[in-house]
């Protein structure tokens, strides 16, 4: 027989942004925002589980607290309208484009039952009544005083620290023409709010909406359940024998049932005094038969240590039922969503129950506001304490609402995710500075890692200096057509610091910066330099633009400065008889000769291209093959750090990112510590960051300057796979100042990656206080960009020839790959 749903429909309407019932219920809704899988320690869902016992027991006599969590099977949507998208963020959205995953949303609904309303059963329930009549009016003074307890209820959860509560409004609860309100969603199984659709309900044979076919499995009955529960239950995927890791006690039935379901959680709070009255008659009743079963003895015992648990310990006894909704489009699929449902239960230690016949009043008391019409047949005793250990506490990884960031992947799923590292730590006083310490093991992904973070700030506009000693951003460097400086005998590598760009100026900065790379090539660490020399020096580069102005024709560089010092300078310290003592010039002009034209030398200060370092927003200086030389490489790093203390100092408003590679050991060793030092505790200050890479555990014990300058002014950790650490890992967790939940996050990096897959797990910590574990997984475009394997870089370089660029070559290696793979 068909019935309009509109007859039978239990809500009669929405006041005050209240769901009221025909029955007199009074329900308030929230939106909750929960904590992400995989983030929380032991203690904190410890503390957690108090802050859900506190939050229920200010719930009055009479209240239904029923949380509602939707996990809905979805596909990641690319976005191609945008036209600023570039080469490599386009094949991104390409690579994701219809990524499954589930996406979560949790409801709370908060019911007040007006007092001598019958509790409701399986034959009571108003699916089966003919005519619905509230039973009393509505009292306004008890309308307040349910609302005023709700709001505790949502203060306590908040002031934990874990959860946010959002009351729903009217326009949320009810449908609009073009949206799905809350009620229409529930009952139509609306997996969006976008999609208005009505559907027919079928109870009779199979449970059907439209064309789902559906199954409930019920908790509802002390059988079914496990012998002990708690807060948290161990993820032995992610444990090693020195780590458990932990995930909430019923995270089996939330993101780690990879299906669409709906978990259903009620309590039902009545009055203590009668609950423990009632249990005390079972008691004596099953006492009185107890001699004729042994069973009766059982229950005997039973309900006398629940009711001296009750009475002992101040327990809050309540009814509990849980349940988990199911639906497939063909009826074939409810075979493997059974084995779904019933592993993710025996994971709890608990018996599924496929629920038939009481499965159409079950669901129909999951409307919202309609959970005071719950069979209270299909409930049990319990306390408030073990009913809340079966509570979903966790929700999916949530992107950034900041536009800076970079895109990785949620550890789940692998649904990529925009992270901000930099500025939403910084405005919500996570960290105090922009600063990150990179540390992984050869192989771990770490100059893969880095090649991604670089390209999507750069992407965002931030001016990079990279220093690296093995070629990891060579390809990265091409595709965005920045200048990569490397020494080869056959094309050395070439400055010129003298070279002042169009928009600079020759600021006492500049100067004070050649005039110090000046006596770095005249003296030696153990020299010492007098007054009159830096006087003299100082008068020479002042002398030496002059000259310039007056003589347009003239190219700035070493070569013009030395004839300079030869020439005009030299005649006029003659005319004012410096003596030699004062400043000796010869002496300056010998030791410089080696870089002036013919020289051994000639090429290093005398460049003709690559001059505006300060509007160059990708600069790559390659050292490796400089970074033992006695000469070169003090004079490099010298310029490499003018260069980005000119930028950090002239660019206002303009992000700055300098990243040193395995160099900072080199640059330490060279007098170059106090620079970074500097870095570390003043980029801050000028919207900048400074980032140190490093593979051995060792460099980092040994190097005071890692230890004290770069570890502490760094408050975004970043390491890879420290598996082959693990045995020794107590010291590095000591040195990086890392919790226990820190610990146990690194040593799960890459433990039960996705086979089907490609990736490599990183932990970010951020200030110490926020710890995740994402995937690095990218697009076949973005991997030949970063790849660090020396066949694949000569096989992109190769491409890159033949097809006339390193896009182009990309492209269309890309394309062979994809098809080899599909054959």
Known sequence: ??????????????????????????????????????????????????????????????????????????????????EEQTFLSRSSERFFHERPFLNHECFVYLTRRPSGRKPSSSLLSSLLRKSIVPEQALNPQALQDFLDATSQFQRILEDSGFARLKRLEEKDLLSGPQRAGLLERYCYLLERTEEPLIKDISFGGDLRIGDAYLQLYTLGDTEDLPALCGSRINYDKYSTDKTKFSVGFAAPLGLLLPCSHIYNQYFFIEDPQLTLKRLESKRLRLQSLSAYSRENAISREAVNDFLNEAIGQQRLPIKAHFNVLVWASEKEGLKELKNLVGSALAQMDAAPKLEVPGAPQILWAGMPGNEADFPMNDTFDTFAEQGCCFLNLETAYQSSLSPTGLRLGDRLTGRPLHVDLSDEPMQRGICTNRNKFILGPSGSGKSFFTNHMVRSYYEQGTHIVLVDVGHSYKGLCDLVGGYYFTYQETLPIRFNPFYIGEGDLLDTEKKESIKTLLLALWKKDTESFSRSEYVALSNALQQYYEHLERNREIFPGFNSFYEFLEGPFATRLAQ???????????????????????????????????????????????????????????????????????????????????LIEEAWKAIAKEGMAEYIKYLFKTVRKFFGEAIVVTQEVEDIISSPVVKQAIIN?????????????????????????????????????????????????????????????????????????????????????????RYGGIREGIAALARELREVRTR
């Open 713 to 801: 002014n760094s408050d975004c950790k970043i390491l890879l796979d420290q598996s082959k650490y693990q045995n020794k890992f107590d010291a590095i967790q000591e040195l990086l100042g890392l919790t226990e939940k820190e610990k146990a996050l690194i040593l799960s990096l890459n433990k039960a990656n996705d086979p089907t897959k490609k990736y490599k797990e990183v932990f970010i910590s951020l200030g110490g206080t926020l710890s995740k574990v994402y995937r690095t997984e990218v697009s076949l475009e973005e991997y030949l960009t970063y790849t660090t394997e020396e066949t694949e870089k000569v096989k992109v370089q190769q491409y890159a020839a």
């Open 1 to 82: 027989m068909e019935r309009d749903l509109t007859e039978i429909l239990p809500i009669l309407g929405v006041e005050h942004d209240c769901l009221l019932s025909k029955s007199g219920d009074i329900t308030v809704a929230f939106q909750m925002e929960l904590p992400e899988l995989f983030t929380l320690s032991d203690r904190d869902y410890e503390a957690f589980h108090h802050a859900w016992i506190k939050a229920v027991k200010v719930l009055p006599a009479g209240s239904i607290f029923h949380k509602q969590d939707w996990f809905i099977a979805s596909q990641v949507k690319a976005d191609f309208s945008s």
């Open 576 to 658: 004012e008889k410096v003596k030699e003592k004062d400043f000796d010039l010869s002496n300056l002009l010998y030791v410089l000769r080696p870089y002036y034209r013919g020289g051994e030398f000639d090429y290093l200060l005398n460049a003709t291209e690559n001059l505006d370092l300060l509007q160059q927003r990708f600069i790559v200086f390659e050292l490796d093959n400089i970074k033992d030389h006695p000469i070169l490489f003090p004079v490099v790093t010298l310029i490499i750090m003018e260069v980005f203390i000119s930028k950090m100092r002239k660019l206002k408003g303009v992000r700055k990112m300098i």
